[in-house]
Nanobody, 116 residues
């Protein structure tokens, strides 16, 4: 059974940083592409970025490139989304996502609110 559990969201001010975590069970984060999405109120769920399996690198949406960084900890079997220079438009529920053996799995999401 694959489970993804996000944590680390909260209320921050513009310019602040947050690190989100996605703890995985049932899969190995090192052998899976780990994806991050976000959904703002009234909007569709959008791709944020991903870390590719086997150390093949990362890629990001243009809107977060240079501010967000995705990484993983093999020992903790956890993926991370480091978010710097947060802006109000980054306010959303953030989800991690993985495809495994032909199925797609989502975490429950964690709320990030950026407001002064």
């Amino acid at each position: 059974q694959v489970q993804l559990v996000e944590s680390g969201g909260g209320l921050v001010q513009p310019g602040d940083s947050l690190r989100l975590s996605c703890a995985a069970s049932g899969i190995m984060v090192g052998t899976s592409h780990m994806n991050w999405f976000r959904q703002a109120p009234g909007k569709e769920r959008d791709f944020v970025g991903r870390i590719l399996n086997g150390g093949a690198g990362t890629d990001y949406a243009d809107s977060v490139k240079g501010r967000f960084t995705i990484s993983r900890d093999y020992a903790k079997n956890t993926a991370y989304l480091q978010m710097n220079s947060l802006q109000p438009e980054d306010t959303a529920i953030y989800y991690c996502n993985v495809f495994f053996r032909g199925k797609e799995y989502w975490g429950q999401g964690t709320q990030v609110t950026v407001s002064s």
